[in-house]
């Protein structure tokens, strides 16, 4: 950035440009800061010189070779920017501060010099110049050679002259060496008076004038060439006259004046570097100051009050002054004032005195005090001065309270009555009319040229600035230029500027502006008149514009901006009156008048040669009464000539006129585009908004426009239509005339047109002819218009054609035949206000898409001109925003678009970067051919990226070279949309959201110097920098003070969303289904017509003609919808609004919509007239900008007739408006009565300068002073919002104030006659959304929110809602719930078998009711809520803290939600019965939160019995428990807890006596105890169970949770062994899913819980019942679930009529899941049992005492044998002795014999034991659970089977069923089901012994191999449960019984597989001694049954002891 100082003529950076915009330009002087400063340096005489620093620069040094890369360009030249500023606002700072301490140094030097940052002033009087540039030179400071100011030197710009007095001038005015100078100031210079203070910068100042200046030239002044401080009105009319005086080629002004009262003849303004003639009424605190001071040394008499005499004569030309001192005490004095009885006494006030004195003077217009005397208070009335009194005498009392400060200043004149003008009018609604003289500056004859502005003047608001300035406001002044010539001024000709605002009602001024007879010529620009704030102000302007050419202008007309002020009325107003002017040959000609209401005529003008790039004569903002007649507009070149666009209604008029009449307007033309094409959208009269317009009488022909007319007056209903009668056209053809206009026919919701009668010729008065024509068919080719006949589009293979807004009026009949395809050109839609028949069928259905971009065919209107294309000509009515920026417009998703703003110079970038807060890095020196990317103004950051589509919004300020974030919560979606397109993304659905920024930190902003100020968007801007700022109430503040962001602060999220994928240009409008008028003829719902849509397909909706509006929308009618299909639109898909009949959404499927898939509002309100309503407004209700047959409140029917009922609504758009609508009952009889049905006004308070956004009603007619104000209803007003407001009389009034906000904001209301007499309701209707699949939406699938005194009953059942919502970042998605509920006084809803997966949220359920007969009962069941984002599954709150609603939630199912910061199920005061709910594998704040109810006491009314919550996850790192409670009355029971990853399972919320608030009974209650008991906690020890509870034990003030009883174990919890939430069915568990799916979706459900769907064979009785059990209502005989079956090995099978069948597999069907049950064998449980302890300490202390016999028996059978050896030995070797011999042969032979026949026959039973010894029994603990030692832990902790040795005895099992010789339920060759314990070859069937019979050994085997050759292959598996993280499987139940192997047998594990961690155990019996088989556990052997309990050692111990 770089600007021109031309006093120096150098080109100087800037990079804080802010302080100097408006100074840098001329000379430093300008700068309030270096007026004090010369002030302060006039003091010091003349003997002063100036030193100026010489190298203490304030810029950075850049080194020359760097000069090529620094450049600029200004006025076509290159300039090298040698240095580089600091800044402004920070290089002064730094010179200060060094100069000071420099100077500091030495006294004598700071007592002789002045400093002003680098000039330093020297009074030579004290210390000469050359010793000061020596001291600062000791410090490095090199100074300039000194320069005398009385040679000429310049101090900030002014030079010190010395001159001569060469002649004089006037009484007080000479001319110094040729130059005027007023006398006062001149005697101030001669006597070097140091007291004396000028800081004026004029060259000739008239501090108070009565003068006449006459042939006196001001020229080449530093500043202005003439300036007037004050103004004595009441001198003679010869004097403050000036006559040839020329002021020419000064720096500032030509001639500036603070006061009004001038008049100059014959003068010439020109070549001044400001305005030629400046008015600025305001006088600084030291400007006042200086003027009492020159007061008190004039020569006039003056008055010291109170001291004076009470008594005042007053002679004519001898003024008095009246000067009030203050007072030390309390005063109340009177003052007499009288003159000659032929004068009267003129009073003006110089100054107020202080702003904080609180004495007061009273002026009473009489000679005495009485109460009804006319008096002027100087507080109250200051701008009504100055006053003339009506006689010779008056009365001044002067009041002072206490010890109070003095300054204010009366002047009194006696002046002859005849001086006096006569009474002028005033605006203050006090009084009429004050007597006086009007202040006014006039021009005659005179010329003002070459000037930057030829005439400029600021008026303000209020009299007191906020620094103190004292604005000169009056009642009434004027600015009158007569005859006079203002030509080639470089900007306007005339600038009326209000730079402040008013924050309280004042007295109005009335300003007025006259021209007359003035030549405007070559001018940069007109007339223009320009408000910093429209909104605040208590100024009113006339504008009176007669018989002046304006021509050859830059800008040329007259651009009128009209402040809102806060007082007005019919009578005092705005007035704009141009008559006979001409306006020619200007470029950029534009005729504006915008603001507030204002009284406009423009006549008799002649427009003719001009250009335009918008309308010509335009007006706009709020209603005005206009009229537009007698005008000329020939040959110009203006896309519209004539545009009325009113967006606000006045309250002080009811029905404002507005007429366009006997005007000639042809032979114009549209300006040309690129390639010489015609504008499509151009028009010569177009109206929109608001106000009704009559276009009558005009001549409107041979005009190049596109259309002659366009009516775009907004109406709600039929009724309506704009007078055009009388107007020539160009043609005598109704049809003709028909196709140059665009109304209701062309786009509903605009006025149609009567065009009938027209003239046939081309004058104004010329004949006339009727169109007699009757409607036709309609052209098939063309559909387009009204439909008032029945009408049938049969099947054909092309497409019909829909040009323009199709309408079935209320009398006709559209029919589809199946197969018809509709193609609707882009905005256009089919609105149907009688009947619509459109029924398709499933193989040719019904298509509504749109058009084809076939560029065929022409369209209704017009032939296309040469080169246009298609698409282009049919957006050309696609009109936005109410009536704005075309629909082509909308959609720029394009790249190339986005303003990169890049200077290349290579291939190479550099950009700006760096965080927020910060400055960016210096431009670096970059190599050559690198190239300098500048930074995007706009980006949207998230942390570590900030070139996404999406983030917190930040602005770049070039100044400080900073990212800025953006922390306004009133930026709108309007302000959004403008951002995504500046960024080149999609603009068509954005998204705005508030939250704090968790990357910044305390420090993150405090480097942020300047903050961005609130801007609003109309969102046709194409950059941020292009919208205004908002009208807050306070200042504009160049570093945004009062905007400053906190780090904590929510800051503003945009998310641009991604390419949508339909183009928003050719996106068509839908169909709407709406009453014809606001109320129909009186008649019951069901006899309304009743429209049909089955299988009909919307594709492509949701744009009507620029504004986002529902693919299907039905207002106040229940069409049949059915079998539809809406696809991409790009608003909400299907919508209703307050049916009054039933309406079921059947067999729909909505996909792809930018909004809610299924919206629907019910809108029934009350039929009971009691002062308070029975419901509560709700807040967020979804309805389109345009809502046929709802009233707006900016409706242009201003007032309305009410029968019965209207409904009145507004939605928000980001721009303020003031509406009124006034209700007149019917035959004005019944009184009205006013109630609100939603109410979500947008919050201002942190504007509080601003009025607030508000509605009022009165009683009566607003306008008539007589009405009544009811009630005023703002953002606070929330009590209020729920009262019945009645009338006493027949007409209700309401205005609306609104200023701008977000689009979710709004109202809608009830206005109904008394007493009630319908309300268009029945109580049996109900709605009915089922059987749908609604999926892929952003804003949710369904909203439902109702108001009334009741609701209908609502059924969702067997819906498929699933993607709806998208998460955007952290916490912000787009829509909170996918189906959300804001429900009141609705008796029943059923939420049933319903799918909710993938979406952001689940069910979101508020509910309120008056009284217990109204209260809800919803019934939620049998859902499956899985995978949830973001928000919670379940939710489910009462509004009220009373027990009436009633939720009742039963058999669904809620896993794999994801919603880490909040919990995934909430109830909040509602009654609750919570039960038979499976709640597993979730993430959540807390996985479920129960608040009851306070205050109220009830045993129990929250009740959650038999739930499973197991393996959840809570994220709360301070409290992570699963279930939170927050009050008493809850039970829980039955329940399974088990989430072994949260450190709690329960805990309740820390809330105290004194939070609470609660009286010694309340906090009884409060103490009472939680019931818990009953459950099973996954432990059976109470320490380990109170650990995992958080209550009054761990904390005080905590509830106190009672567990006790509770389980030791979860046997009587759970079906067996199957996990909880699961069934077992025969041998397998089971779980029901009850939503539906498809058949690939319903297995990868299963397969995701690590289960699988089941092959069914046989037991189908079972199965019925099992699922009957689970879904009531079971129909095994039409009911289909999914299942599957063995023989059915491609495509999908279902379960029907207890077989399996195949079928589709797109069906959406429930399912079954499958998986074996789950065991968990603790190896250490017999520890715990001491009779097995005791058993086995017996059995071992037998084995050791076995032991030692069996060593002593070794021992000793040893011992034995070596005897027996040496006695055989010895009988052998006593051969002598053969008696001895014989003897002991013989003995020795019979024990011989007898052991072997022992030994032989213990052989032989030894054999027999060994050949019949059973097989080994695989045997284990009985399944009783009192005796089985085997514990299942549902926890599921991954076991291995605990195997026992099979010396161990077991008891034998139970015997199986007598059925089991059957076949199992699951097939076990199946692939999809887990494995099972079965063998792996045939079937084993039960032996008639009671064993299984051998079987042959497999060959192969998938597990283990588990046989040898005599035993059966058997496989034992271990299946894996589902789970998906954290998940602890458990152990099939069945697995527990596995009997005792030997320890040699192998083990194979289970191979290692991801999200599986079952066990998988085989069991390999190979090692066992042949002839031993194994059996299945519990069965015992073919031979020996009873020695099942037999060890295999018993035998051959048997043998042994027979042998020994």
């Given at each position: ?711 775009g007056s907004r109406v709600s209903g039929l009724g309506t239509a704009m007078d055009a009668r009388r107007n020539w056209w160009g043609t005598r053809e109704p049809t003709e005339i028909r196709r140059l206009i665009v109304d209701f026919d062309d786009r509903a919701g605009y006025v149609p047109v009567t065009f009938s009668p027209f003239l046939t010729q081309s004058y104004v008065g010329a004949p006339q002819q009727q169109d007699r024509g009757s409607d036709g068919p309609m052209d098939l080719d063309r559909l387009c218009g009204r439909l008032t006949q029945n009408l049938t589009l049969r099947y054909r293979p092309e497409p019909y054609l829909v040009w323009s807004d199709l309408t079935v009026m209320p009398t006709s009949t559209l029919h589809l035949e199946p197969g018809v395809i509709l193609e609707f050109h882009p905005g256009v839609g089919l609105l149907v206000l009688g009947r619509l028949m459109a029924i398709g069928n499933e193989e040719r259905r019904i298509v509504m898409r749109p058009v084809s971009l076939r560029g065929d065919g022409e369209g209704r209107k017009r032939s296309l001109p040469p080169g246009v294309t298609r698409l282009r000509a049919s957006s050309e009515v696609l009109e936005n925003r109410r009536g704005g920026r075309s629909s082509r417009d909308l959609s720029r998703n394009s790249r190339a678009e986005r303003d990169t703003r890049e200077v290349a110079l290579g291939e190479a970038e550099e950009q700006y970067g760096g965080p927020v807060g910060q400055t960016a890095p210096e431009w670096r020196s970059p190599p050559p051919g690198a190239a300098i990317r500048q930074p995007l103004p706009v980006r949207l950051c998230t942390p570590g990226n900030c070139t996404g589509s999406s983030g ?617 105890p939680l019931d818990a008991r009953s459950n099973w906690w996954g432990y059976n020890e109470t320490r380990a169970i109170q650990g995992r509870i958080k209550d009054k034990l761990d904390f005080h003030g905590l509830l106190r949770i009672d567990f006790s009883q509770f389980h030791m174990n979860n046997f009587s919890l759970l079906s067996d062994k199957c996990p909880p939430g699961w069934t077992l069915v025969d041998t397998t568990c089971f779980i029901y899913v009850p939503a539906p799916m498809t058949f690939a979706e319903a297995k990868q459900f299963c397969q995701g819980d690590n289960a699988s769907m089941p092959y069914l064979q046989r037991h189908t009785g079972e199965l019925i019942g099992f699922i009957r059990g689970q879904q009531p209502f079971y129909n095994w005989r039409l009911d289909r679930v999914w299942m599957q079956h063995l023989d059915i090995v491609q495509g999908c099978s279902f379960f029907v009529q207890q077989r399996v069948v195949s079928g589709p597999c797109d069906l959406h069907l429930p399912f079954l899941c499958e998986m074996d049950p789950m065991v968990y064998a603790d190896p250490l449980s017999w520890f715990r049992d001491p009779a097995v302890i005791g058993v086995i300490a017996g059995a071992s202390i037998a084995l050791l005492v076995l032991i030692i016999l069996l060593m002593l028996w070794a021992f000793k059978s040893r011992h034995r044998r070596s005897e027996k050896l040496m006695r055989r030995r010895s009988v052998r070797s006593s051969a002598r002795s053969t008696r001895s011999l014989v003897a002991a042969s013989r003995s020795g032979s019979a024990s011989d014999v007898s052991s072997v026949r022992r030994t032989k026959q213990a052989m032989s039973q030894g054999s027999d ?196």
């Open positions: 950035m770089a600007v021109v100082q031309l006093n120096k003529q150098k080109v100087r950076p800037v990079m804080d440009f802010r302080e100097m915009n408006t100074h840098v330009d001329t000379f430093t002087a300008d700068a309030d800061v270096c007026n004090e400063k010369l002030r302060e340096w006039r003091k010091l005489g003349r003997d002063v010189a100036l030193l100026d620093l010489n190298k203490a620069y304030l810029q950075i040094h850049v080194e020359k070779e760097m000069w090529p890369y620094q450049t600029v360009i200004v006025g076509g030249v290159r300039y090298c920017l040698t240095r580089m500023g600091f800044g402004l606002s920070v290089s002064p700072c730094v010179m200060k501060s060094v100069l000071d301490l420099v100077v500091s140094q030495d006294s004598d030097v700071q007592r002789a010099v002045s400093t002003y940052i680098d000039d330093v002033l020297v009074d030579e009087a004290v210390l000469p110049a050359e010793k000061v540039a020596e001291h600062l030179k000791r410090f490095g400071l090199e100074c300039k050679p000194a320069v005398k100011l009385k040679d000429g030197g310049r101090a900030l710009g002014l030079r010190y002259e010395q001159g001569v007095v060469t002649r004089t001038l006037s009484e007080q005015a000479v001319e110094v060496n040729g130059v005027p100078r007023h006398v006062r100031e001149l005697r101030h210079r001669l006597q070097q008076d140091h007291e004396a203070e000028d800081d004026s910068d004029s060259t000739l100042r008239l501090d108070f004038n009565h003068h006449v200046l006459e042939h006196v030239t001001l020229s080449d002044n530093d500043g202005d060439g003439l300036g007037i401080m004050y103004s004595d009105i009441y001198k003679i009319d010869d004097v403050n006259h000036f006559k040839h005086v020329e002021s020419r080629y000064n720096r500032g002004h030509g001639i500036s004046m603070r006061t009004a009262w001038l008049d100059m003849t014959d003068c010439r303004l020109m070549g001044n570097q400001q305005s030629g003639l400046h008015y600025e009424p305001s006088l600084s605190r030291s400007e006042q100051r200086e003027l009492v001071r020159w007061i008190a040394e004039a020569p006039e008499r003056k008055l010291l009050l109170p001291s004076a005499d009470s008594n005042i004569v007053l002679k004519q030309d001898e003024p008095v002054y009246l000067i009030t001192m203050g007072a030390e005490r309390a005063t109340d004095k009177v003052f007499n004032i009288r003159t000659a009885r032929e004068n009267v006494i003129g009073i003006q006030v110089l100054n107020p005195g202080a702003e904080e004195s609180t004495e007061d003077v009273h002026v009473y217009d009489y000679y005495k005090i009485q109460p009804d005397v006319e008096v002027w208070q100087l507080r109250r009335d200051f701008l009504a001065f100055p006053v003339s009194s009506s006689s010779y005498q008056v009365v001044i009392r002067y009041l002072a309270p206490g010890r109070t400060r003095g300054g204010a200043v009366l002047l009194l004149t006696a002046v002859r009555r005849s001086d006096v003008l006569n009474e002028r009018p005033t605006s203050l609604l006090r009084r009429m009319v004050i007597p006086g003289r009007t202040p006014r500056i006039r021009l005659f004859k005179s010329t003002v040229e070459n000037n930057r502005r030829g005439i400029s003047a600021h008026f303000y608001d209020r009299y007191r600035g906020d620094l103190h300035e004292l604005r000169l406001r009056r009642s009434n002044q004027s600015i009158e230029v007569c005859d006079c010539t203002i030509t080639g001024n470089r900007e306007q000709a005339v600038l009326l500027r209000s730079p402040l605002r008013e924050v309280t009602s004042s007295n109005i001024s009335e300003v007025t502006v006259i021209v007359n007879r003035t030549t405007i010529d070559g001018n940069g620009a007109g007339l223009q008149q320009i408000s910093n704030n429209l909104w605040l102000s208590n100024n009113l302007f006339h504008w009176v514009l007669h018989n002046n050419t304006i021509s050859s202008s830059g800008r040329g007309g007259v651009e009128l901006s009209l402040p809102y002020v806060w007082q007005y009325n019919e009578n005092f107003t705005h007035s704009i009156y141009i008559s006979d002017n001409a306006f020619r040959h200007n470029s950029e000609l534009r005729l504006s008048v915008s603001g507030h209401f204002s009284r406009v005529q423009l006549s008799g003008n002649s427009l003719t040669d001009n250009t335009a790039a918008g309308p010509m004569i335009a007006i706009s903002g709020m209603e005005k009464e206009f009229l537009i007649t007698d005008n000329t507009i020939r040959n110009n070149r203006a896309p519209t000539v004539v545009n009325i666009h009113s967006d606000s209604q006045t309250a002080v008029i009811g029905n404002v006129s507005a007429e366009v009449t006997r005007n000639v307007i042809r032979d114009n033309s549209p300006p040309l585009t690129s390639g010489e094409e015609v504008d499509l959208a151009s028009y010569v009269v177009a109206v929109r908004g608001v106000q009704p317009v009559n276009v009558t009488d005009n001549v409107l022909a041979t005009n190049g426009m596109r259309y002659v007319l366009l009516a917190f919004l930040e602005l770049f300020n070039r100044t400080t070279r900073q990212w800025v974030p953006v922390c306004d919560r009133h930026f709108s979606d309007r302000n959004a949309e403008v951002v995504c397109r500046q960024l080149g993304l999609s603009d068509v659905h954005v998204h705005v959201a508030l939250g704090q920024r968790t990357e910044f930190t305390e420090l993150t902003l405090r480097w942020v110097t300047s903050w961005s100020e609130p801007i609003q968007c109309s969102g046709e801007e194409r950059r941020l920098g292009d919208c205004h700022l908002r009208q807050t109430g306070r200042e504009p503040d160049p570093t945004g003070a009062p905007y400053v962001c906190d780090w904590l602060d929510p800051f503003v999220f945009v998310d641009c969303g991604s390419p949508v994928p339909v183009e928003a240009a050719r996106a068509w409008g839908g169909i709407r289904f709406s009453p014809g008028r606001l109320e129909e003829a009186l008649r019951r719902p069901e006899d309304a017509p009743l429209s049909v849509m089955r299988y009909v397909d919307v594709v492509g909706a949701g744009r009507q003609h620029g504004l986002p509006s529902p693919a299907v929308l039905s207002v106040r009618r229940a069409p049949d919808v059915q079998h539809i299909r809406v696809t991409d639109s790009l608003d909400d898909g299907v919508a209703a609004v307050s049916p009054e009949q039933s309406m079921e959404l059947l067999y729909l499927s909505v996909s792809g919509s930018l909004g809610v898939g299924v919206s629907m509002a019910m809108l029934t309100g009350e039929a009971r007239s009691a002062g308070h309503s029975s419901f509560v407004p709700v807040q967020n209700v979804t309805l389109p900008y345009s809502v046929f047959g709802m009233l707006d409140v900016c409706d242009s029917v201003k007032e309305v007739v009410v029968r019965e009922r209207v409904l009145l609504h507004y939605r928000y758009d980001d721009r303020p408006v003031d509406c009124v609508k006034i209700f007149k009952s019917a035959a004005e009889v019944k009184t009205l009565g006013f109630r609100l049905l939603q109410f979500n006004l947008a919050n201002s308070s942190d504007f509080p300068d601003l009025a607030p956004d508000s509605i009022r009603l009165f009683d009566g007619d607003i306008w008539n002073v007589t009405s009544i104000l009811m009630s005023e209803l703002t953002y606070a007003s929330v009590a209020d919002s729920v009262l019945f407001h009645t009338t006493n009389e027949t007409t209700l009034s309401v205005q609306w104030h609104s200023s701008g906000g977000h689009s979710r904001h709004g109202f809608i209301a009830e206005v109904v006659t008394l007493p009630v007499s319908s309300i268009g309701f029945s109580r049996e209707v109900m709605h009915n959304i089922s059987f749908s699949e609604i999926y892929d939406n952003e804003g949710g699938a369904v909203t439902y929110v109702g108001a009334g005194e009741i609701n209908p009953t609502v059924t969702m059942e067997w819906n498929r809602i699933t993607g709806n919502g998208r998460h955007m970042y952290g916490n912000f998605s787009t829509a909170s719930a996918a189906v959300s509920m804001d429900v009141q006084n609705m008796q029943y809803l059923y939420f049933t078998n319903n799918l909710l997966r993938y979406n952001q949220g689940g069910l979101r359920l508020l509910a309120d009711s008056s009284g217990l007969a109204t209260a809800l009962k919803a019934h939620i069941s049998h859902n499956l809520f899985s995978d949830t984002r973001q928000h919670p599954s379940l939710l489910v709150e009462g509004r009220r803290t009373s027990p009436y609603q009633e939720a009742i939630v039963y058999y669904n199912y809620i896993t794999r939600a994801d919603c880490f910061y909040r919990e995934v199920i909430e109830f909040s005061q509602v009654v609750t019965n919570f039960t038979h709910n499976l709640i597993y594998n979730n993430n959540g704040f807390h996985t479920m939160k129960v608040t009851g109810f306070e205050r109220v006491h009830l045993p129990i009314y929250q009740s959650f019995v038999r739930n499973s919550f197991y393996e959840n996850y809570a994220t709360d790192e301070d409290n992570r428990t699963t279930i939170l409670v927050s009050s008493a009355g809850q039970r829980y029971a039955e329940n399974v807890l088990v989430n072994e990853d949260n450190d709690y399972e329960m805990a309740t919320i820390n809330r105290t006596q004194e939070e609470l608030k609660m009286s010694n009974y309340r906090y009884e209650i409060w103490k009472t034991v060994a050949s019949s010894a059973g097989p080994v029994v695989l045997t284990s603990a009985g399944t009783d659970e009192e005796s089985s030692t085997a514990e299942y832990d549902s926890r599921f902790t991954p076991q291995r089977t605990a195997f026992q040795h099979p010396s161990l005895d077991t008891p034998p099992p139970s015997e199986p069923d007598s059925d089991s010789d059957s076949a199992p339920l699951s097939d076990p060759d199946s692939t999809d089901s887990p494995p099972r314990f079965e063998p792996a070859a045939a079937p084993v069937s039960r032996h008639p012994a009671g064993g299984y019979p051998r079987q042959p050994v497999s060959e192969t085997s998938t597990e283990s191999e588990c046989a040898d050759s005599g035993s059966g292959n058997y496989t034992a598996v271990l299946p894996p449960y589902g789970r998906s993280r954290r998940q602890t499987p458990g152990v099939d139940p069945v697995y527990q019984n596995i009997g005792p192997v030997y320890e040699n047998m192998s083990e194979v594990r289970r191979p290692a597989s991801p999200g599986s961690r079952g066990v998988h155990a085989a069991v390999s019996m190979g090692h066992l001694p042949r002839g031993m088989s194994v059996y299945a556990a519990g069965a015992p052997g073919p031979d020996e049954p009873f020695l099942q309990g037999r060890t295999r050692s018993q035998p051959m111990l048997d043998f042994l002891e027979t042998a020994i």
